[in-house]
């Protein structure tokens, strides 16, 4: 096609069947390819939010449940990248790619949401749940069930031909639009699964699963009411307003809506409660403290507090009884006298205490004489030791 013919924002090098990407004259194709950018982009930024979320994620049913999700996100990027196929031109690489990879895709999201509602439900019914890797497998041959269903349907229309019947260049393209959505039946059987299996976790006992189950049947729901709006437009609608061309376009954003869907209703709110903790675990009572033990211990040293000053008088009275106050009273802090010990740790003197103490309250003045070298000279008189000696036993008879 020359440069002439060449749409306004595409250049004259570009090939027809990209048109649909650059053409500012059928807005229809620049703003899917936009949405679809941002949602790559989007899912690209969610799956790396979930590998880091995964450290801190402190429920152990919570995180078995991040092999699903990570692998919806990555069926999901692919469903964004499938939605340029429909918006450039039909050719036999897009046409093949088209048919194999809208029910692939869209059956591998499906097959996961199906076995967390299974999950889910599960959980209500007995209160434990499988293994989060017998989930996965489930889930791997659900999508194996669509997988070879359309490797089969692309080997009876694309490689196998009839005897005597002349191939054509572009059989993966001609085909008619019933036969499409038929391809798609095990596609809808999964959709159904999921509103299904998503509707008993709505009477959980937990508010944290009700809204898991929640969050599945409204991205269920909008999924069908999705499909049975692009399947009567695709069927019976563009023919009967006589644009039959609307076909791309009508694929093309339902394949990037439906993405978006799965993106808003299911995989951004299950990553804003995957660090909750597990609501299965019991929590303790209004009435009770939080840590009783640290509780009772102060509640303890307070009633000790009250009760100790009372007897440390009582027990120190006659130790107290001669000693004259030589300052005036200050108020003492009913927390000063503790200092970590049982009231048995409290200080009581000894006999041998009082009697000192006794010696010395009786004469205050007289100090005890301490034991002195005697004298060098051998003509002194008795040493001062003797002296010592001597005045300690007149104290001790007077």
Known sequence: MGSTSAPRGCGSNISSIYYNLCDLTVLWGVVVEAVAAAGVVTSFILFIILMASLPFVTDKKRKGMVALQASILVFTLGLFGLTFAFIVGQHSTSCAARRFLFGVLFSGCLACLVMHGLWLALLK??????RSWLLWVGALGLWLVEVIINIEWLVLTMVWSPPGKIDLPDLSCSIAN??????????????????????????HKHKQWRRDGAFILVTGLCTIAIWVSWIT???????VAGNPSWDDPTLAVTVASNAWVFLFFYIIPEICLLTQGDPDLEEPNDGEHIYP?????????????EAAPQNLYIENKAFNMDESPADPPRPVSPYGIYNGQPR????????IALITKGLTMM????????ARVSSLNPGSGRSSLSHSVESLASQGLS
């Open 125 to 130: 019914q007995s209160g434990r749940g499988p």
């Open 178 to 203: 019933k036969d499409f959505v038929l391809g798609l039946i095990y596609v809808m059987v999964l959709m159904v699964g999921v509103v299904l299996l998503a509707s008993p976790s709505l009477s």
């Open 293 to 305: 033990a640290r509780s009772l211990a102060y509640d303890t040293i307070l009633k000790e507090l």
């Open 233 to 239: 437009m695709y069927i019976y609608g563009n023919r």
């Open 363 to 370: 004469n205050q003045g007289l100090m005890i004489p301490r």
């Open 344 to 351: 048995s740790c409290v200080y009581q003197p000894t006999e």
